[in-house]
């Protein structure tokens, strides 16, 4: 996989979308039938071990390769004090990704996921929203392609996230643009800002969409204006999974917005999406909602970096392992329902 060479690449790959095997349901539902509990008694775990069968292509799926990839970038717009940290924190915070002290690092290895680190910093900040578009044409591709190309294609599931000191400003302008609202609707307070700053950072929205928003008549155009290197790369990745036929779960704000533009150019690109929690950043249930995706976890969480998604993924190892590992009522000769 090279990645996305051309922006017609990029649209070229929502023509071609893979489904989820409806034979593979079928049969995970009927199995479901034949375990030995009353029928669904586990509830939301039932669905998540036949949406994994699907994906997979077999009634009884396996969860033995979790992959998880943290993307970084910087953002030209974080220098118009939108976050409570500075730039520079992201950078430091690669490093501490690297060197294993994140909280990212201790819950991937909780969950037992395959982590990586995509530094995408070395590149420089993107331009200030307010200003111009956050990317040319080529380094958006290559923020794109950077995501595609970090997707192991022997993963049985993903979770990508992010870090990029005030990527929430990017983030809530991309929900603003695609559902024709201003930043009011939107805005929230990213690394904990006080109420000045706060209306500061929807100022900044507002004159980002002003600037831009007539001109975001795509997803791509969408991302190379508004988004930034790592929210590229999540959306790329996710794209790349879907081609893949590796199910997702999707993290916290920023990289539901990061997939917003992809489901608003085409309505069934999430399906093969499960959100793994809502966050506490005010935006993103209205964004789940809109999304049409139901989070597995409420735990007034606001990190990023895929911290939620790792939380999830015993949940959905769960689901899979009961599903595949239960006795049926005639294995473990019990009388079924009469």
Partial sequence: MTGFATRDAFHTAFAAMPRPDAAAIAAARARQAQLTKPAGSLGRLEEIAVFIAGWQGQARPRLDRVQAVVFAGNHGVAARGVSAFPPEVTTQMVA??????????????ACGAELSVVDLTAEGPTADICEAPAM?????LAALSAGAMAVDPAAQLLFVGEMGIGNTTPAAAICACGFGEGAAEWVGRGTGVDDAALAHKRATVDRALAFHRAHCTDGFETLRRLGGREIAAMAGAVLRARQLRIPVLVDGFIAAAAVLPLALSHPDMLDHCLAAHRSAEAAHGRLLAALGLDP????GMRLGEGTGAALAVPIVRAAVMAHSSMATFEEAAVTDRA
């Fill in 96 to 109: 501490n990704f690297n060197a294993g002290g994140a909280a990212i690092n201790a819950l991937t290895q």
């Fill in 136 to 140: 040319n044409e080529a380094k958006c």
């Fill in 296 to 299: 597995l976890l409420d735990l």
